[in-house]
């Protein structure tokens, strides 16, 4: 049995990306992609939330990363304390 749960804004955001330019909805798909490579066979096993500031984390492990897009490039930080990153 699997167990999906997704934050309202979260899927707000979704619906968004769907009707937004050709170029965001790839951009968000590529570092969909790449959080799943870095985190390979656990990414079906966690459950994701953001912070107060809306930093994302996944739950219950030491695990924080941040995704940034800007034009052709999409780039993802993965660490084991609250971080950040930006693409200008």
């Keep these: ?3 999906y749960i997704m934050d309202v ?14 170029l ?3 951009q968000h798909q590529a570092g969909e992609y790449m959080l799943r490579q870095a985190l390979g066979d656990v990414f079906d ?3 994701f939330t953001k912070d ?3 930093k994302p984390y996944i739950v219950g492990k030491p695990i924080y990363y941040n995704i940034s897009h800007s034009g ?4 993802l ?11 200008q």
């Excluded at 899927?11 to 990306?17: D, L």
């Excluded at 930080?77 to 693409?87: C, E, F, H, L, P």
């Design 1 to 3: 049995m699997k167990l």
């Design 9 to 22: 804004d979260e899927y707000k955001k979704r619906e968004a990306i769907k009707k937004g330019t050709p």
């Design 24 to 26: 965001m909805k790839v």
């Design 45 to 47: 096993q966690v459950v």
């Design 52 to 54: 107060a500031y809306g």
């Design 72 to 75: 052709q490039y999409v780039v």
């Design 77 to 87: 930080v993965i660490s084991n304390t609250d971080v950040g990153v930006d693409v």
